[in-house]
């Protein structure tokens, strides 16, 4: 017996009990199954279907329901001819049953090139020629998110920023100074650390802005828009220094977007530049630069020549003659991991141009190590330099090698000999460096120090700063007494009364008790892509991209062939590759940000609610956090997605694409609200990657989002990563899995223009692979009928379960960690409803809850447009916060007779403190359990609670092991559901699940049976 999906048809209240018998008898006749195969075949039962024109579409698919896949180009553009591009379209129409594509440039050299356009152009005209659909994927590889390395190219003041905290700790009326970054300040408070009073003291911060970009606030020289830290050796001066054995390296995995930059100090005119990379053939990683200058009467940077290609042949670009201060190499796109150039040479006729040396340039006067001591104070940088013995600097408690402490003189000193006292003995190698103006310098190495102290002679170095690096330890937490520093014999002290350019910081006095002191600062972050939050950033990107395809290919978008754009894996979360992105700590922010708060919040400002981002604030923790995660999500749902979303309506398209990671528990790390992002999306998706069933627990909050607000398509790009030997019954299986769960759009992943190299996270699905070349036809025609049948139209399920967005903020901070609250089960309660109970629900978001919802009797209904949804059981997972009006909407569902499950932990807190009580009060009520303690408030031995009103609306609790009981709860609950599969045998290597839609108003079940049944 093969297959297996199957449909059935019909309308009207009789063809639902017919179901309902046929899926019972089914379940008896599958038992008696030894196995079931699963092959592209469908199954069906009709009733009449004379002149139905949705019954003739699902017998003989039309070829705009077939799907369309990722085509990867992962050749450089100069290799791939027009010719082979429309043979791939042609043939992929022909044999495998493929109805357009999303072409995916696999980080291309001479992206958005007119050579690009070109081929792009090919695959186009070939493919309109059968009526193919091609979605427009908007980023050159992936993530979507810098253009290519254009955005930061021409709009460098509107990347990726982020929110950093300065603090320090004081008691009793002590002074408190932190030096700040250049950034916006986006508050400043102090907070006592026993009452959690908190005070706004933006007031007392200084913020000094930055000069504008002129060739005369550069560093004069050579310098690098980064530089590998791990080990020294790789500054940039290595790429002016004449020698092709040295090399500058950019910071590690750092990808594209790096820059080496040369200020001559005053204009030089150059005709010419050669280039090279390291003779280690590993080493040659650029695949897509441009030489450019800054031109001061446009201000702005101006490229002179391009290339793709270096090597450690080199390459040299001659071009009219120029005159600037400024020249740079830009590195758009590499191979691998980071840049690196062992030479970068400017040329006047045949005289190369000198490069002035990095002058010595006094930092403010101080001191500062890799870390400190953090369990309690005394240990810090200072105590190493006050000439006392009985104080001393510590690393952090858990600090491992490498550590690092630094004086800074504020002026320019002579040095010539260091006295060293250690405490501990844990320091096995270290290193004695001075600054040269361009990177730290060895004056003396050693191994041990110890604590009667180690004296340390060496050739006098001119310097502003030197440093002990610690580059062995036994054990951990390295320790310092003193570190002194001699000019002949003379100690050295730091120059505190040197005048410094005035720069940002913030000073304030706290009041008697012990208080934390705290100024948060939006920074750049370094990485080259979106603010994804900023307005302004988002519609640079669509004007590079999206504008510029649009004003080649208007006629495509007009015609149907470009129906839709795909943009891909988005976040907040910090994460690398080739194109590094997000950003550190995932604390991804935007310079408007307190603006975008006030105006959500009546006028309330975030200042007071930023300490939540990393501590406990108390009574207002729940609050603070969920305001600044909801205004984040907003920003990004609104101001990314949702301004694409707008372009792409207004040009007649539609958007799809998906989120990173869309498994884990807690997603306000990554994207903020998985279900939220989608809103103004016209097509929500999901990532189906790495192996069957690899984030099936995410298909239902996806296809929930759609439901919530009405969307009729769910997307997902399938398959990428699961191999090259992929088993071909995972197209059916993973399919079926998927449209059982609202999925109803594939997006195969992928094919490639070069299938024999540089095919990353295969299997190749194309006519060229022989493992698929018959089922891609059979699996398209396959895709067609389910996509006929089960987009748009109308979901039906009895069970709504509440997303718990509002208690994942309020358990998220800013601490590296995806903090899964352990108690948060909702998607295994989710997985427990499709793949163990078997009855279908829909994710509520609390926003549509309140919004959307309604109780009519013991109904609670979702009131929209075209997906409107009738609910008789209400599902509550774990959580410890709810908002006060669901909980309320909630109880009256109950009230009037409505049926209330809940699971793991009962909410008993609001999202403002004083909801806390209310909500208490509520559960109580309802479940007669107290939600704090979980304890029962009547006699009750069974393996839940179960409390009745006297409309016959029940509350269950069930605080543990709901795996093995939610199915017996819910048969109690309600007499008959809208489906029921029973006695269902063991499952083996797939699922067994079903959905019900209603489309044209026809009653429409598939019923995915992808498994082998024991």
Same mark, same amino acid.
């Given at each position: 017996m093969k297959n297996n999906g199957q449909f059935l048809l019909g309308t009207g209240k009789e063809q639902k009990e017919k179901m309902k018998k046929r899926v019972k008898f089914m379940s008896l006749l599958l038992a008696g199954c030894l196995c079931l195969q699963c092959t592209g075949m469908v199954s069906f039962a009709k009733s009449e279907t004379s002149g139905n024109q949705l019954w003739f579409d699902f017998q003989t698919p039309p070829d705009s329901s077939k799907t369309r896949p990722l085509w990867f180009w992962n050749t450089e553009l100069d290799e791939m001819t027009p010719e082979k591009v429309r043979e791939l379209v042609r043939e992929s129409y022909q044999q495998s049953g493929y109805n357009g594509f999303g072409i995916l440039p696999n980080w291309i050299s001479q992206y958005l090139s007119d050579n690009y356009f070109e081929l792009y152009e090919a695959a186009l005209d070939e493919g309109s020629k059968y009526g193919m659909q091609f979605s427009l994927y908007d980023e050159n590889g992936f993530p979507s998110y810098n253009a290519?390395?254009?955005?930061?190219?021409?709009?460098?003041?509107?990347?990726?920023?982020?929110l950093d905290k300065f603090e320090q700790d004081a008691s009793n009326g002590e002074k408190v100074y932190l030096s700040l970054p250049e950034g916006k300040l986006m508050g400043a408070v102090a907070m006592n650390m026993d009452t959690m009073e908190r005070i706004d003291i933006s007031d007392q911060a200084t913020i000094v802005d930055p000069p504008p970009f002129s060739p005369d606030t550069q560093p004069l020289g050579v310098s690098a828009s980064s530089t590998y830290s791990v080990t020294s050796g790789y500054e940039a001066s290595k790429a002016v220094d004449g020698e092709l054995s040295t090399r500058w390296n950019a910071e590690s995995l750092s990808g594209g977007g790096e820059y080496l930059q040369i200020n001559f100090g005053e204009e030089k005119t150059f005709d010419s530049v050669k280039v090279y990379e390291d003779k280690l053939e590993e080493l040659h990683r650029t695949k897509d630069y441009s030489i450019q200058y800054w031109d001061i009467a446009e201000n702005r940077w101006k490229t002179v020549a391009t290339?793709?290609?270096?090597?450690?042949?080199?390459?040299?670009?001659?071009?009219?003659?120029?005159?600037?201060?400024?020249?740079?190499?830009?590195?758009?796109?590499?191979?691998?991991?980071?840049?690196?150039?062992?030479?970068?040479?400017?040329?006047?006729?045949?005289?190369?141009?000198?490069?002035? #040396?990095?002058?010595?340039?006094?930092?403010?006067?101080?001191?500062?190590?890799?870390?400190?001591?953090?369990?309690?104070?005394?240990?810090?940088?200072d105590k190493a330099f006050d000439g006392d013995m009985t104080t001393r600097w510590n690393a952090a408690a858990r600090g491992t090698a490498p550590q690092w402490l630094e004086i800074s003189f504020g002026e320019v000193r002579n040095v010539n000999k260091a006295v060293l006292y250690e405490d501990l003995d844990r320091i096995t190698s270290f290193h004695l460096q001075y600054w040269n103006g361009d990177s730290w310098v060895d004056c003396a190495t050693g191994s041990t120090i110890g604590s009667a102290g180690?004296?340390?002679?060496?050739?006098?170095?001119?310097?502003?700063?030197?440093?002990?690096?610690?580059?062995?330890?036994?054990?951990?937490? #390295?320790?310092?007494?003193? %570190?002194?520093?001699?000019?002949?014999?003379?100690?050295?002290?730091?120059?505190?009364?040197?005048?410094?350019?005035?720069?940002?910081?913030?000073?304030?006095?706290?009041?008697?008790?012990?208080?934390?002191?705290?100024?948060? %600062?939006?920074?750049?972050?370094?990485?080259?892509?979106?603010?994804?939050?900023?307005?302004?950033?988002?519609?640079?990107?669509?004007?590079?991209?999206?504008?510029?395809?649009?004003?080649?290919?208007?006629?495509?978008?007009?015609?149907?062939?470009?129906?839709?754009?795909?943009?891909?894996?988005?976040?907040?979360?910090?994460?690398?590759?080739?194109? #590094?992105?997000?950003?550190?700590?995932?604390?991804?922010?935007?310079?408007?940000?307190n603006k975008a708060y006030e105006e959500t919040f009546n006028g309330e400002s975030p200042v007071l609610n930023y300490p939540a981002l990393w501590y406990e604030i108390g009574k207002d923790t729940d609050e603070a956090r969920n305001k600044l995660q909801y205004v984040r999500t907003e920003l990004f749902a609104e101001n990314y997605i949702g301004q694409i979303a707008d372009w792409c309506d207004d040009h007649g398209i539609d958007l799809m694409g998906h989120m990173l990671l869309e498994e884990w528990v807690n997603p306000v790390g990554l994207h903020g609200d998985l279900m939220k992002v989608f809103k103004d999306q016209q097509i929500p998706g999901v990532d189906v990657i790495g192996s069957y069933g690899y984030t099936q627990e995410a298909y239902k909050i996806i296809s929930s989002s759609a439901n919530n607000w009405?969307?009729?398509?769910?997307?997902?790009?399938?398959?990428?990563?699961?191999?090259?030997? %992929?088993?071909?019954?995972?197209?059916?299986?993973?399919?079926?899995?998927?449209?059982?769960?609202?999925?109803? %759009?594939?997006?195969?992943?992928?094919?490639?223009?070069?299938?024999?190299?540089?095919?990353?996270?295969?299997?190749?699905?194309?006519?060229?692979?022989?493992?698929?070349?018959?089922?891609?036809?059979?699996?398209?025609?396959?895709?067609?009928?389910?996509?006929?049948?089960?987009?748009?139209?109308?979901?039906?399920?009895?069970?709504?379960?509440?997303?718990?967005?509002?208690?994942?903020?309020?358990?998220f901070i800013f601490n590296g960690d995806a903090n899964n609250p352990s108690d948060a089960d909702y998607m295994r309660v989710g997985e427990t409803l499709s793949l163990t109970a078997r009855r279908d629900f829909t994710y509520l978001h609390p926003d549509i809850i309140d919004e959307r919802c309604s109780v009519d009797g013991d109904t609670f209904h979702l009131e929209n447009e075209t997906n409107y949804e009738d609910y008789k059981v209400?599902?509550?997972?774990?959580?410890?916060?709810?908002?006060?009006?669901?909980?309320?909407?909630?109880?009256?569902?109950?009230?009037?007779?409505?049926?209330?499950?809940?699971?793991?932990?009962? #909410?008993?807190?609001?999202?403002?403190?004083?909801?806390?009580?209310?909500?208490?009060?509520?559960?109580?009520?309802?479940?007669?359990?107290?939600?704090?303690?979980?304890?029962?408030?009547?006699?009750?031995?069974?393996?839940?609670?179960?409390?009745?009103?006297?409309?016959?609306?029940?509350?269950?609790?069930?605080?543990?092991?709901?795996?093995?009981?939610?199915?017996?709860?819910?048969?109690?609950?309600?007499?008959?559901?809208?489906v029921e599969i029973d006695q269902v045998p063991a499952i083996s290597g797939g699922n067994l699940s079903y959905i019900h839609k209603v489309k044209d108003n026809q009653d429409i079940y598939f019923i995915a049976i992808p498994v082998i049944l024991l």
């Open positions: 290519g390395g254009l955005l930061e190219e021409n709009y460098p003041e509107l990347t990726t920023k982020r290339g793709t290609k270096i090597t450690d042949q080199g390459a040299t670009h001659s071009f009219e003659p120029v005159t600037a201060q400024l020249v740079r190499l830009y590195i758009r796109n590499i191979t691998q991991d980071s840049a690196s150039i062992s030479e970068f040479q400017i040329f006047n006729g045949n005289q190369q141009l000198e490069v002035p #040396p990095t002058p010595l340039v006094p930092e403010k006067a101080g001191y500062s190590a890799s870390s400190v001591y953090e369990i309690e104070a005394g240990y810090e940088a180690l004296t340390l002679n060496f050739d006098s170095v001119q310097t502003t700063k030197m440093r002990l690096l610690m580059d062995g330890l036994n054990g951990m937490s #390295p320790t310092i007494w003193e %570190m002194e520093l001699y000019d002949g014999n003379t100690k050295i002290q730091i120059n505190e009364d040197q005048q410094q350019p005035e720069s940002s910081h913030l000073e304030y006095t706290v009041p008697d008790g012990s208080w934390k002191v705290m100024a948060f %600062m939006c920074v750049k972050d370094g990485n080259n892509g979106m603010d994804y939050l900023d307005a302004d950033s988002v519609r640079a990107f669509i004007d590079i991209t999206y504008e510029e395809y649009y004003s080649r290919f208007q006629k495509y978008f007009e015609n149907g062939t470009i129906t839709s754009a795909f943009y891909d894996e988005p976040t907040f979360w910090p994460w690398p590759g080739t194109t #590094p992105y997000g950003a550190e700590g995932a604390r991804l922010w935007t310079p408007e940000y009405d969307k009729g398509v769910v997307m997902s790009e399938s398959f990428g990563a699961m191999g090259e030997n %992929m088993d071909k019954n995972i197209l059916h299986k993973s399919s079926m899995d998927q449209y059982a769960k609202g999925v109803n %759009m594939i997006i195969p992943h992928a094919i490639w223009y070069d299938n024999i190299n540089h095919v990353d996270a295969p299997p190749e699905l194309s006519y060229r692979n022989e493992r698929y070349r018959e089922e891609l036809p059979i699996y398209n025609n396959y895709m067609g009928r389910l996509n006929t049948m089960l987009q748009d139209g109308r979901h039906v399920a009895d069970i709504a379960m509440l997303y718990p967005i509002d208690y994942l903020e309020s358990s209400f599902v509550i997972p774990g959580t410890k916060v709810i908002s006060l009006s669901n909980l309320e909407k909630i109880k009256d569902f109950y009230d009037n007779g409505g049926k209330v499950i809940a699971t793991t932990q009962l #909410p008993y807190r609001g999202i403002e403190d004083s909801e806390n009580e209310q909500v208490i009060s509520i559960i109580k009520e309802m479940f007669q359990v107290d939600p704090v303690t979980g304890q029962s408030l009547a006699s009750s031995t069974g393996e839940y609670t179960k409390n009745t009103n006297a409309a016959g609306g029940t509350a269950y609790f069930i605080q543990t092991g709901f795996e093995t009981k939610l199915q017996t709860v819910l048969d109690d609950a309600l007499p008959t559901y809208d």
